[in-house]
């Protein structure tokens, strides 16, 4: 199901966010319509999206933003979806995968219908939507895929032993894409953030450096301009994950984290 204003224009370069109703998705769509993208918005929530388009056609122009609704473990649904909006926008040359979901465990929980429900969005999900992606931009021989992924990948931690492993999948296949699109002129982007402003950190004890989605992604479209490859959001967050990977197991099985 979609609600879209009149035909965007095709001067216009068209950006894809799946999981653009909240927080790091939502920012990310905002900034790439106000940036010059005519940009697709998906996700369950269609009322949201409507009102988050509703704002931007009405700063921006009517078509600069458009609402689909989409569940991203419907992976039968992608390539139609995916071929409709390529129809819509005219021309895409970006598309970003921002869904996730992430479950609350107990250190003594192990849930498998939890653990299904965060791989099927955090893994399978991304890789229906931006296999599409990357048949289209090798074709192209150009465009660009982001995906966001998370410090939470660089270790098996005790808390959320599933959440971690799908970042760490997620990362990996993006490195995967990398590996295989840039030599066909393709940008694959794989951003890592920290601890973000949304409904992720409810529940979350000892958080610290907090940032806004808008501040997430003013980082994330610097890191697109710049063709970086894999980015921490913000960029301190790297000296963490180094430390994080060069802690010996015998040590970091020992550590509450």
């Given at each position: 199901?979609?609600?879209?204003?009149?035909?965007?224009?095709?001067?216009?370069?068209?950006?894809?966010?799946?999981?653009?109703?909240?927080?790091?998705?939502?920012?990310?769509?905002?900034?790439?319509?106000?940036e010059?993208?005519?940009?697709?918005?998906?996700?369950?929530?269609?009322?949201?999206?409507?009102?988050?388009?509703?704002?931007?056609?009405a700063?921006?122009?009517?078509?600069?933003?458009?609402?689909?609704?989409?569940?991203?473990?419907?992976?039968?649904?992608?390539?139609?979806?995916f071929?409709?909006?390529?129809?819509?926008?005219?021309?895409?040359?970006?598309?970003?995968?921002?869904?996730?979901?992430?479950?609350?465990?107990?250190?003594?929980?192990y849930?498998?219908?939890?653990?299904?429900?965060?791989?099927?969005?955090?893994?399978?999900?991304a890789?229906?939507?931006?296999?599409?992606?990357?048949?289209?931009?090798?074709?192209?021989?150009?465009?660009?895929?982001?995906?966001?992924?998370s410090?939470?990948?660089e270790?098996?931690?005790?808390r959320?032993p599933v959440?971690?492993?799908?970042k760490?999948?997620?990362?990996?296949?993006?490195?995967?894409?990398?590996?295989?699109?840039?030599?066909?002129?393709?940008?694959v982007?794989?951003?890592?953030?920290?601890?973000?402003?949304?409904?992720?950190?409810e529940?979350?004890?000892?958080?610290?450096?907090v940032?806004?989605?808008?501040?997430?992604?003013?980082?994330?479209?610097?890191?697109?301009?710049?063709?970086?490859?894999?980015?921490?959001?913000?960029?301190?967050w790297?000296?963490?994950?180094?430390?994080?990977?060069?802690?010996?197991?015998?040590?970091?099985?020992?550590?509450?984290?």
């Open positions: 199901m979609t609600t879209a204003p009149p035909a965007a224009s095709t001067a216009l370069p068209g950006a894809i966010v799946v999981g653009a109703s909240s927080g790091i998705g939502e920012a990310l769509a905002q900034r790439l319509a106000r010059g993208y005519a940009v697709a918005l998906l996700a369950r929530r269609l009322d949201r999206l409507t009102e988050i388009c509703s704002r931007l056609n700063e921006l122009g009517q078509g600069r933003a458009r609402a689909y609704a989409h569940d991203v473990t419907r992976y039968d649904d992608v390539p139609a979806l071929a409709t909006v390529l129809r819509d926008l005219g021309r895409v040359t970006l598309v970003v995968y921002c869904s996730g979901v992430i479950e609350r465990i107990g250190l003594s929980e849930s498998f219908d939890k653990d299904r429900w965060t791989v099927e969005v955090n893994v399978l999900g890789i229906a939507w931006l296999n599409q992606a990357a048949m289209l931009f090798e074709r192209m021989g150009s465009g660009s895929i982001v995906g966001i992924s410090i939470a990948g270790r098996g931690r005790v959320n959440y971690n492993a799908t760490a999948a997620f990362t990996t296949y993006l490195e995967a894409l990398r590996n295989r699109l840039t030599r066909k002129g393709v940008h982007l794989t951003v890592k953030p920290g601890f973000v402003n949304t409904a992720f950190l529940g979350i004890p000892n958080t610290f450096w940032i806004s989605p808008e501040a997430a992604a003013a980082d994330i479209w610097k890191s697109l301009r710049r063709r970086r490859q894999t980015v921490f959001v913000p960029a301190r790297g000296l963490v994950a180094l430390a994080l990977r060069n802690i010996p197991s015998s040590i970091f099985r020992r550590l509450s984290i």
